[in-house]
């Protein structure tokens, strides 16, 4: 049974940081691409990053050289570091396996002073 659980989101300030993580489960982690996308209250669900399976990465024009997506395959363990947040980046994260439409339960981000 594939599963995928965030974890890492919270409220921070404008300009901070945070690192989510996505524990996955139930199928070979190493030989997927994943993905984590946000959604914010009112919008449609978009793409902020992907890393493929030789670690290539893709990232949404509006964090590209704040956010950083990772993978570590030894802990099935999917990551994103995210930098000098702004309060546009206010959403809900979720972690994706694009393959077979699988998605976690979300941890919501909050970019508040």
């Known amino acids: 049974q594939v599963q995928l659980v965030e974890s890492g989101g919270g409220l921070v300030q404008p300009g901070g940081s945070l690192r989510l993580s996505c524990a996955a489960s139930g199928f070979a982690f190493s030989i997927y691409t994943m993905s984590w996308y946000r959604q914010a209250p009112g919008k449609q669900r978009e793409l902020v990053a992907t890393i493929t399976t030789g670690g290539r990465t893709n990232y949404a024009d509006s964090v590209k050289g704040r956010f950083t997506i990772s993978r570590d395959n030894a802990k099935n363990t999917l990551y994103l570091q995210m930098n000098s947040l702004e309060p546009g980046d206010t959403a809900v994260y979720y972690c994706?396996?694009?393959?077979?439409?699988?998605w976690g339960q979300g941890t919501q981000v909050t970019v508040s002073s």
């Open positions: 994706s396996r694009t393959v077979g439409g699988y």
